[in-house]
């Protein structure tokens, strides 16, 4: 009994090797580098790792008292499959085959790095991109959505973790599969990316907890992060706490009537439903809105529940049947189911009033007319698309900011805990970025943060020099000649100004946008320029040219301005359109333009007496003619005479 007993204790001491799940069959590990295995074990046990490319990749160590242990090992010139085999000496060890090395990059950001080949809608020529995608020299990573207040060690992934390039993984990220799919073309080496990125987060939600700090305006929400020791818990009773504060002061800046009435005075118009607000009655408009509906109803549905269904409602909603509140939610993306008591429903007429608050972008009911209909309780239903009622009750800037929500994906810190610190162990040649939309408004608190966010990563992986490509945002909005104070145009200078930090680069993407859609479809060529970047500024092809030319100087002339760029510029459609100039009083107006040279454009304005500076390509959707000899554009600037 005795032996027994002790040889039950020693097989409890024994683990199954583990590693990241992100360490899986066909993988590729970034060539001539030195790659981190870690993992857990038999607590006290000699690990072993061992690659079979060459005999110098092998490493030896114990494993702690925990099981914890990790190990180091060279990586070859690219080639391959290898296999990589870890053993702790005591049961079946860890097999990883179909192992290339070759060239691994890291693509990270918002919706429009995460918009796969398939899946959402239509990428630009999607038919010949699934079916010519059979690749095993193109490896793809797909890191799962998920949020943490503290830094993970481990990330969860999809696809079954790495997979060769094939048809049935093209819900992929689009822009990393095309890049790694040229690049790999280009080099004739296996290319390997990893999709972490999330639709509709926000760069501090991708920032480390030590780099957020040096950002004005996010004090309270790093505060909050100490005081809860990092917790879920803690911060979420925090979260709760600041909503009660925020209502308070709220419910100040609101209007009163009886939400059981329709109201028709003067301060109520009409909108059109489901349709953001910012397309149709409030443009740029973020903050409260009161919206009401009539709907009638058939003696036969009187005292028997209903439900009101809603497409998503941008962001938070209060519904209300008959003046009693029935339902709330907060999210964008959301559809709305509500319950509605029988004994509030009546024959006739009955009042839907809802308190609408946006945050940014969007605003109001969104979705397709068919998601907006009242279900009877006899299975019938009466549409609710249509013309509804509204009126401003506050613009947001006139509320404080209302706390971030803890449980959604852009609390600071929360991506990167989640889906980019556990990743550092796996070496990577660089990084690619397309994120910004959901910092379109903040452009002054963006351009420190975005550097920040470019520094830490570089430090996380122990590359002050990794690359770091970028895309700057596309056109996007109601297409404007002149509209000095756009906010996106101020968000794409906040990311042009990382281009200050040695190895990064920017992929403009101006001209690609689409004024109807968030989300432009020609990834390919926003794949292209970026690929640009890296095959001349990482791999060293110094013929190829990754970037339009700059603006080198503004010099005032009387009434007129000129402008030099650092090489020859070519007018698409040889028309030079684009540019706006402004007084000392900073008054602008749109600016006629005329070649000065092969590098230069005269501007001048009769609204414009003497000019001193310029603004190019500058509105949420902006005109702009104006192109390298290569075709690529020439990125959005403002600048002032010298």
Sequence with gaps: MAFAAAAAMALGLQAEVTLPQFY?????????????IPGTATPGANVTVKADWNKKAVATGKADAKGRFSLQIPTPEAGGPYTIVVSDGNGAPKVLSNVLSGEVWLCSGQSN????????????GEDEVVATSINPAVRLLQIKKNISFSPLDDAEVNLGGWTEANPSAMNFSAIAYLFAKNLSDSLQVPVGVIDSSWGGTVAEAWTPYADIEPVPGFEKELATLKRSNFSAKGVEEEYRRQCVEWEKAFEKATINFDKAVMQTDSRWNKMPVPGEWENTVLPGFDGVV???YALNIPESAAGKPLKLHFGPVDNEDNTYFNGVQVGTKNGWSTPRTYTVPGELVKGGSNTITVRIIDFDGGGGFVGSPDMYYAEMADGTSIPLAGQWSYTVASKLSDLPPHPITPQGPNYPTMLYNAMINPLKTMPVKGVLWYQGCANVGRAEQYSPLFKNLIKAWRREWKNEKMPFYFVQLAGWLKPQ?????????????????????????MAVAIDLGNPNDIHPTNKQEVARRLGLLAMNRTYGHKKVVDAAPVCSSVKAHGNKLKVKFSDKIVPKGGVLTGFIIAGADGKWAPATARPSGDNGVELSSPLVAAPVQVKYA????????????????????SAKSK
């Design 24 to 36: 899986t069959d066909n993988m590729i590990v970034q060539r001539n580098a030195t790659l981190t």
């Design 113 to 124: 790095m995460e918009f796969p080949v398939s899946g959402w809608g239509h990428v630009m």
């Design 290 to 292: 009161w919206a009401q």
């Design 481 to 505: 000649v002149l509209q000095p104070d756009s906010e996106w145009a101020a968000l794409r200078q906040a990311q042009a100004d990382a281009l200050e930090l040695p190895g990064t680069g």
């Design 618 to 637: 500058w509105a949420d959707h902006p005109f702009g003619s104006v192109y390298g000899t290569t075709g690529l554009p020439v990125a959005p600037f």
